[in-house]
C-alpha cells in the first residue's frame, strides 16, 4: 500500500442489527488524487469521511489512512493521527470570538512552534486563501464564501496529507463555489489528497474528477478512477 493514501475494505456502519449507514465498501485512493464522494441525502457521505477523520467507529472493515490503521486507531492517538489529515466543515466551525488569524493558528498551538513559524504559516495559508488582509477581522464580518475560506485555511495549516471536505459549498453561492472549488483544485495541485463530500453534479461537471457513487450506504459505482 505504499502508493494509497486511502485503503477501505469492507467497511461497514451498523446502528443495528438491520440498519447500516455503510454497508460492505471498498476502495482505494492514491497519493495525490483528487476524488469525490457523492449520493443523495443519507447516502452515507459524511459518515464516511467521519470515519477517516476517526469522529467515528467503524462496525467493522479495514480502513487505513497513510498505512496507518484507523479502524483500530486508540483514543489517545486520535489527535496526533489528525495532524495528517485536514476536516472542511459545511457549517465552518469558526470561533467568533477569535479573529481569523487566531482561528486559523488554532491547531498549531499545542504543537509546541515558535511563535514566528505559526506567524510564518498563518500568513503563508491566509494569502493562499486570498485572505491575507483580513486577519484581525472576526468571523461575522465575513460573508460565508470568504467563511469557509478561513475553514479550508485552518484545515490546511498543518500541511495534512489528506484532505477531507463535507459539502463545503453547500451553502454558497454558484459563484462562489466555483472560487472554492479552484481552491481545492489548487491545493490538490500543491500534492495533498482531496476527498469532498457533495451532491451539487453541476459542481463535479465543471470540476470533473473520479466520483465515487454511494446509494443507500452502499457503492454503486466508482466512476474515473485513476
Known sequence: MAQKMVHIR?????????????????????RGEFAYITGANGAGKTTLLKILFAMERASEGNIFVNNRDVSGLPRNQIYQYRR??????????????LTIYDNVALPLEVRKMTPGEV?????????????????????QTLSGGEQQRVAIARSIIGRPSL?????PTGNLDSGTARDI????????????????????EGLMDEFPARTIRLQSGQLLNDRGQA
Not at 472542511?88 to 467568533?96: E, G, N, R, T
Open 10 to 30: 469492507g467497511l461497514g456502519v451498523r446502528y443495528s442489527a438491520s440498519r447500516y449507514a455503510l454497508k460492505n465498501v471498498s476502495f482505494d485512493l492514491d
Open 84 to 97: 495528517e489529515v485536514g476536516f472542511v466543515f459545511q457549517d465552518f466551525k469558526l470561533l467568533p470570538d
Open 119 to 139: 506567524d510564518h504559516r498563518v500568513r503563508g495559508v491566509l494569502s493562499l486563501v486570498g485572505l491575507g488582509d483580513r486577519a484581525h477581522d472576526f468571523p
Open 163 to 167: 484532505l477531507l471536505a463535507d459539502e
Open 181 to 200: 472549488m479552484s481552491l481545492f483544485m489548487e491545493i490538490n495541485d500543491m500534492g495533498t489528497t482531496v476527498l469532498i463530500a457533495t451532491h451539487d
